[in-house]
């Protein structure tokens, strides 16, 4: 069982920069892949950012690459997710999750957390 809380989120101007943090509950944190996902007004949750394991492997939609950096510290069972250069169209509910694998992180993540609002101004 891993419960997930997200923080971090907030308003920003456009060009500007936050970063996310998600502390996760649970002995065995360091053996989920973790990542973000967004939601829009009226659009369907999308995949943003995720990370192994291990933290050797990450990967991105091609919406943030080069902007958005997911990283984790397993000794403090926090995954963040750092976003630079944002734009409007970052503007979203942003969730964590996690999932015993990659595939499995990306398609239909067994766990979620409540979500943290970022609200980029133009």
């Known amino acids: 069982q891993v419960q997930l809380v997200e923080s971090g989120g907030g308003l920003v101007q456009a060009g500007g920069s936050l970063r996310l943090s998600c502390a996760a509950s649970g002995r065995t944190f360091s053996s989920y892949a973790m990542g973000w996902f967004r939601q829009a007004p009226g659009k369907e949750r999308e995949f943003v950012a995720g990370i192994t394991w291990t933290g050797g492997g990450t990967y991105y939609a091609d919406s943030v690459k080069g902007r958005f950096t997911i990283s984790r510290d397993n000794a403090k069972n926090t995954v963040y997710l750092q976003m630079n250069s944002l734009k409007p169209e970052d503007t979203a509910v942003y969730y964590c999750?996690?999932?015993?694998?990659?595939?499995?992180?990306?398609?239909?993540?067994?766990?979620w957390g409540q979500g943290t609002q970022v609200t980029v101004s133009g």
């Open positions: 999750a996690a999932d015993r694998d990659d595939y499995g992180l990306r398609t239909k993540p067994g766990y």
